[in-house]
């Protein structure tokens, strides 16, 4: 079969959501060689910074996509936006970020708040989508810690189902869903596992993940570039706390994924509340959980214990080895 080159946005018109589909290779390997391309004094990288936002070699989405081919039947779009690899630290041989200190990890949150302020002004784009997966058990080859970033024009399927939701219940109570789920999770305190002057992390109630964190800001804010510099610095702080218990719950550093879930980049979502959304996906030592056929074929996650016991273990953990 030849070779044609596509990089486009494919409708699924039976679940109504994007697909983005690219066979587009980059020639350079962008692979672990004899060096790290992610070190300090490698061919894209240079010297003397702390944190580094580079354009991701292999990026299914392009600021000039390959035009779709007109179909038929079925609906394609541009596949134009942007990915970023954020290298976190020049710091090599960390296991993690929660090794970081609360100030680093602040410079890595101030340098994504202004990259998220750059791509405002982009008129194509429509969503900021931040996140970082770590573990060579989910497919994590480069070790120097890195994180992505997605700049889509498109609303990712998850945040539309959430600002659905929290638009209904909003309509209906004229009350923010997050904020009233903060509420209830600083007065219970039974899946809470840590809290700040500014923020709140939990297992949320409804947990899919064995591991899932949910973090909060207390106030009720939107975006990123809506936070002040104390804020984020404390956001540095609970961020890596709630890392490290994710880290040492186990023998073990634990596989995880970390999203921050915001409203798009216009238009008003004031019924919407920011957060993180962590997914610890060790069940027990060296055990994934899988996404299988009950929750990626049926679409509903199975919870073999139940988020309270899974707090309560990994609050004992933050509180007694993540200290400052
Ligand atoms: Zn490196
Ligand atoms: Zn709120
Ligand atoms: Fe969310």
């Given at each position: 079969?030849?070779?044609?080159?596509?990089?486009?946005?494919?409708?699924?018109?039976?679940?109504?959501?994007?697909?983005?589909?690219?066979?587009?290779?980059?020639?350079?390997?962008?692979?672990?060689?004899?060096?790290?391309?992610?070190?300090?004094?490698?061919?894209?990288?240079?010297?003397?910074?702390?944190?580094?936002?580079?354009?991701?070699?292999?990026?299914?989405?392009?600021?000039?996509?390959?035009?779709?081919?007109?179909?038929?039947?079925?609906?394609?779009?541009?596949?134009?936006?942007?990915?970023?690899?954020?290298?976190?630290?020049?710091?090599?041989?960390?296991?993690?970020?929660?090794?970081?200190?609360?100030?680093?990890?602040?410079?890595?949150?101030?340098?994504?708040?202004?990259?998220?302020?750059?791509?405002?002004?982009?008129?194509?784009?429509?969503?900021?989508?931040?996140?970082?997966?770590?573990?060579?058990?989910?497919?994590?080859?480069?070790?120097?810690?890195?994180?992505?970033?997605?700049?889509?024009?498109?609303?990712?399927?998850?945040?539309?189902?959430?600002?659905?939701?929290?638009?209904k219940y909003y309509s209906k109570k004229r009350r923010c869903l997050f904020c009233d789920i903060?509420?209830?999770?600083?007065?219970?305190?039974?899946?809470?596992?840590?809290?700040?002057?500014?923020?709140?992390?939990?297992?949320?109630?409804?947990?899919?993940?064995?591991?899932?964190?949910?973090?909060?800001?207390?106030?009720?804010?939107?975006?990123?570039?809506?936070?002040?510099?104390?804020?984020?610095?404390?956001?540095?702080?609970?961020?890596?706390?709630?890392l490290c218990g994710i880290k040492k719950v186990f023998e073990k550093p634990m596989p995880y994924?970390?999203?921050?879930?915001?409203?798009?980049?216009?238009?008003?979502?004031?019924?919407?509340?920011?957060?993180?959304?962590?997914?610890?996906?060790?069940?027990?030592?060296?055990?994934?959980?899988?996404?299988?056929?009950?929750?990626?074929?049926?679409?509903?996650?199975?919870?073999?214990?139940?988020?309270?016991?899974?707090?309560?273990?990994?609050?004992?953990?933050?509180?007694?080895?993540?200290?400052?």
């Amino acid at each position: 079969m030849e070779h044609k080159k596509v990089q486009e946005l494919r409708w699924d018109p039976v679940l109504g959501e994007w697909v983005m589909v690219s066979n587009i290779r980059d020639l350079r390997p962008w692979q672990p060689q004899s060096f790290c391309p992610f070190c300090p004094g490698a061919p894209e990288t240079g010297v003397g910074w702390d944190v580094l936002i580079l354009k991701n070699r292999f990026p299914m989405l392009s600021e000039e996509p390959i035009l779709p081919e007109k179909h038929e039947f079925y609906s394609t779009a541009p596949s134009y936006g942007k990915c970023y690899v954020v290298i976190e630290t020049p710091k090599h041989d960390i296991d993690d970020i929660s090794d970081l200190s609360t100030a680093e990890i602040y410079r890595v949150l101030e340098s994504i708040k202004k990259k998220q302020e750059e791509e405002m002004v982009d008129p194509k784009v429509v969503y900021f989508l931040f996140f970082r997966n770590k573990g060579k058990e989910i497919g994590v080859s480069l070790t120097h810690p890195h994180s992505q970033i997605y700049v889509t024009p498109f609303i990712p399927s998850k945040i539309l189902r959430e600002l659905i939701n929290s638009n209904k219940y909003y309509s209906k109570k004229r009350r923010c869903l997050f904020c009233d789920i903060i509420n209830v999770e600083r007065n219970g305190k039974e899946r809470t596992v840590a809290i700040t002057d500014h923020w709140i992390a939990f297992l949320p109630f409804y947990a899919h993940w064995p591991f899932e964190v949910h973090i909060y800001p207390l106030t009720h804010v939107q975006v990123l570039p809506q936070l002040n510099s104390e804020v984020i610095e404390d956001m540095a702080r609970i961020v890596r706390k709630v890392l490290c218990g994710i880290k040492k719950v186990f023998e073990k550093p634990m596989p995880y994924m970390m999203t921050l879930h915001q409203a798009p980049l216009r238009g008003t979502y004031k019924f919407y509340h920011m957060h993180i959304e962590i997914y610890g996906i060790y069940r027990v030592v060296g055990k994934l959980k899988y996404a299988a056929g009950m929750e990626t074929g049926g679409g509903n996650f199975t919870y073999d214990s139940t988020p309270e016991e899974a707090a309560h273990i990994l609050r004992n953990i933050i509180d007694t080895k993540c200290e400052e």
